[in-house]
């Protein structure tokens, strides 16, 4: 199998990706940046595609718009967010996980769509709906690509029943310029053959490329990246909290990152400023606090308009509740200033890691707390 140059040593990228890559950078069919869909079944290789494909789009336009659509393997975020995140480098290693700060950011509070695929496509299409009017309408000068950002769309590897239906239902929607089909030699888990989503006599133009998983063996069989998605997302979940420390700090443990968790003064919040919401189940009112306590919550700023959904800024630990003096104390990396916005926390099915609960002390009471003034 041939391949290019890659500076991260255990990815391959084989020449075919890199010649579907080049075609889309290089477009000349149409004077808009494109917008790529890339899809195929699990463990096929979409996110090591959609991230090379960033880094070629990144040497002809100054910035490219990410929308991850995956909850449970997320690239830029914490596991259970829906996001759009605006790059504007080059990501050198493509084994590296980075966090980045999103442009638009939903808590969808799952690792899966299963659960209630109509508000997972609802947040999908609001942040695609951000997308077409921050970055496409001719009227934003302060874009520096004057004729908006190119879009790059990572999917889930969920490719049959629902998740087909899904699938239909978003490409109907955002109308892509290009489809990038990853293939496996198990023909009956790939997707169908052309513009499956398109209905017939349908006039909407579309460059549907496929392309072969990256790996082969001598008989041509595709061999899957077989990823511990649960360990991947703990590592994910502790990356964010890390933030909560000084990078030069010397933090390179499981069982060091704990006990500095449980040293760390958190935010103390007033329960009247903030209201609660449980996504994906109901909790009795006499419940409440007794779910929240030592679980992972997503930070919202409600919208003003009430159609729209309330935009999540970042994930907290809730570090423990005193139903008496009326206070919650939440560590988070999200920076006070922004923390004093919040007024809305929900709740979802994103966990603390296990292995952090397992170290000893690390559940130990707080020290003292940052007193959080909200509007």
Known sequence: MAETE???????????????????????????PPSVFVCGPK?????????HLLNVLLQ???????????????????????????????????????????????FFGDISSKRNPTAYLTCIFSLYDHYRKEYCMKNKT????????????NTPGWVKGIGYEILVDMLK???????????????????PAGAFWLDEGSTNRVTVIEINSARRDHLK??????????????LRVMAYFRQCFPSEMNISTIKELARALAAHPPYEISISSVKVKHI?????????????????????????VSEQLPHCVGLGIVRGIDTFKGSLYV??????????????????????????????????????????STN
Not at 177 to 186: A, F, R
Not at 280 to 304: M, R
């Open 142 to 153: 302060d874009c520096q690509d004057s004729d908006g950002l190119p879009l790059v769309i």
């Open 60 to 106: 002809r336009y100054s910035k490219v718009a990410y929308l991850d659509t995956d909850v449970g393997q997320t690239e830029f975020t914490p596991p259970g967010l829906l996001s759009l995140t605006v790059v504007d480098k080059v990501t050198p290693d493509l084994t590296i996980p980075c966090l980045k700060t999103p442009d638009r950011c939903f």
């Open 173 to 191: 929607y955002m109308s892509p310029t290009h489809v990038v089909k990853i293939c496996i030699s198990s023909e009956i888990k790939n997707l």
């Open 221 to 234: 069989r595709s061999l899957l990246v077989q990823k511990d998605s649960r360990l991947l997302r703990d």
């Open 331 to 372: 560590i988070t990396p999200v920076p006070q200033q922004t923390l004093e916005d919040v007024d809305l926390l929900l709740q979802g099915f994103v966990q603390i890691p296990t292995c952090l609960l397992q170290v000893q002390g690390c559940m130990s009471p707080y020290i003292s707390a940052n007193v959080l």
């Open 280 to 304: 994906h189940c109901e909790v009795p009112k006499t419940e409440t606090f007794y779910s929240l306590n030592a679980s992972i919550v997503g930070l919202a700023v409600s919208s003003e």
């Open 6 to 32: 890659s500076s991260s040593p255990e990815i391959f990228i084989p020449d075919e990706w890199s010649n579907a890559a080049e075609a889309i950078a290089n477009n000349s069919d149409s004077s808009l």
């Open 43 to 51: 463990n096929s290789g979409k996110t090591t595609f959609s991230r």
